[in-house]
């Protein structure tokens, strides 16, 4: 459930059309001024219809996300207590070791020369998680500035060690749709 989620909330980043260009074909090289537009206000191939969809969905993921704190609680066995924040801790560690990953991914393909979507650099990826992750108060997720900073560590979209346990509470707390800020 978790990795749906953090797909929904990486779908603009993780979407080919957003490293593409609006009547630029492959055979058609696109120029410095498609290159300033996208730099300067993301102008990519996606339409705005799609990039509501886009916000949509992640903002569907991040109330499940709220749903399920909501109604279960996570034990690690180090601890045998339920983890305090568990959108933090637990649904934000993984979104941030996700796109850590991701970033490893794409810089590790650039320089064995495996393409992906074709006008898309490291820094461009990085510049659309970045939008979708940057530091902002009351982040659900965590420092995502800081753990950016050693993203080649991560080398796997995997959730890692599933050295825990998930419980059901026995008194949920009251989801009212929106979201709590930690």
């Known amino acids: 459930?978790?990795?749906?989620?953090?797909?929904?909330?990486?779908?603009?980043?993780?979407?080919?059309?957003?490293?593409?260009?609006?009547?630029v074909s492959d055979s058609n090289p696109p120029d410095g001024h498609d290159f300033d537009k996208r730099l300067h206000w993301d102008y990519n191939?996606?339409?705005?219809?799609?990039?509501?969809?886009?916000?949509?969905?992640?903002?569907?993921?991040?109330?499940?996300?709220?749903?399920?704190?909501?109604?279960y609680d996570v034990t690690l066995p180090h601890t045998q207590e339920p983890m305090?924040?568990?959108?933090?801790?637990?649904?934000?560690?993984?979104l941030l070791d996700q796109a850590c990953a991701i970033l490893n991914y794409k810089k590790r393909a650039l320089e064995d020369k495996v393409f992906g979507a074709k006008w898309c650099a490291f820094q461009d990826l990085e510049r659309?998680?970045?939008?979708?992750?940057?530091?902002?108060?009351?982040?659900?997720?965590?420092?995502?500035?800081?753990?950016?900073?050693?993203?080649?560590?991560?080398?796997?979209?995997s959730f890692g060690s599933m050295s825990f346990t998930i419980a059901k509470k026995d008194k949920p707390l009251e989801f009212k749709g929106e979201f709590l800020v930690a």
């Not at 659309?128 to 979209?157: A, E, M, P």
């Open 84 to 94: 305090s924040n568990f959108e933090r801790d637990f649904c934000g560690r993984y």
């Open 1 to 23: 459930m978790l990795t749906l989620c953090n797909f929904c909330i990486l779908s603009n980043a993780l979407d080919f059309r957003t490293y593409s260009f609006p009547g």
């Open 128 to 157: 659309q998680i970045n939008y979708v992750l940057h530091d902002v108060n009351g982040k659900w997720y965590g420092d995502w500035k800081t753990k950016r900073q050693n993203f080649k560590q991560y080398t796997s979209l």
């Open 45 to 71: 191939e996606m339409s705005v219809l799609d990039r509501e969809h886009c916000t949509y969905v992640r903002g569907l993921a991040r109330l499940l996300i709220n749903w399920i704190s909501c109604h």
